[in-house]
């Protein structure tokens, strides 16, 4: 399903903020704040935002890096790699949070969004989209490898929706300890699934870096993103093209 992109401006505390819409054919559906990894919003956030549209939501991924350089899209090369663990250093992760919520609320009050709207983050964007999953209460969650969401388990039940959490079991900056703690904080909560994949890595959804990706795993994961939304963030028949 083809779908339609044009850049965003999103007003946030100190200035305006780019970001990248992809809509779905039908013209509307139910938004999805997607968020970056440290690699800026480069082809593969731009690629999973076409995936997401295809779907049939209206999908938002702002600049995160704006406030230290705009438009940054890194290559998933090992320099590339480099160069994000730089602007991740520098970043205020503070003030990406409120930027990230403020496109979150940005992204409801499009004309292109049903009025409910869902976060799913990657990487960087899955420990951001943790804490805008509790300051925004948005109807649905899913969380690709957000490292240091069990050092922030103080949070949880701030996370009143529905949400999906994927890790990867050879994670070396999310070691199985850290998502038992947090599969512990989340106990007796049916409405958080956490789902962990055997033979994965950190990002390994990131078919655009082969350093990264691992295709059984990922395409285990994206078949519960999936199905995940279509419970608990549904497209309506129309939206999605039926």
């Known amino acids: 399903m083809s779908v339609v992109t044009r850049a965003e401006q999103v007003s946030v505390e100190g200035g305006v903020m780019s970001a990248h ?15 970056q990894e440290v690699f800026g919003v480069n082809d593969y956030i731009t690629g999973r935002a076409a995936t997401l549209a295809g779907m049939g939501y209206t ?18 090369d090992a320099e590339g790699l480099q160069r994000a663990f730089g602007y991740h250093q520098r970043l205020d992760e503070p003030r990406a949070i409120q930027d990230a919520a403020a496109a979150f609320r940005h992204l ?20 951001i989209g943790y804490h805008v999953t509790a300051l925004e209460d948005p109807d649905a969650a899913v ?29 070396p ?10 599969r512990a904080a989340f106990q007796g909560r049916e409405e958080v699934e956490i789902a ?11 078919y655009l870096a082969p350093m990264f990706h691992r295709p059984a795993a990922a ?13 608990r963030l549904p497209v309506e028949p129309q939206a999605a093209g039926k």
């Open 21 to 35: 819409l992809a809509v779905p054919t039908s013209g509307r559906g139910p938004g999805l704040l997607l968020l």
């Open 173 to 182: 900056y999310i070691p199985p300890e850290a998502v038992e703690r947090i």
């Open 219 to 231: 395409l285990a994961a994206w078949q519960l993103t999936e199905e995940f939304l279509a419970r």
């Open 108 to 127: 409801r009050r499009l004309a292109e969004c049903d009025g409910r709207a869902g976060v799913i983050g990657f990487c960087l964007g899955g420990r």
């Open 143 to 171: 969380l690709y490898y957000g490292s240091g969401i069990a050092d922030r388990l103080e949070l949880a039940p701030s996370l009143r929706c529905p949400t999906l959490m994927h890790f990867g079991a050879d994670d």
């Open 59 to 76: 999908v938002l991924a702002p600049d995160l890096y704006w406030r230290l350089e705009p438009e940054l899209a890194l290559p998933h």
């Open 196 to 206: 962990v994949q055997p033979d994965a890595e950190h990002a390994f959804d990131n």
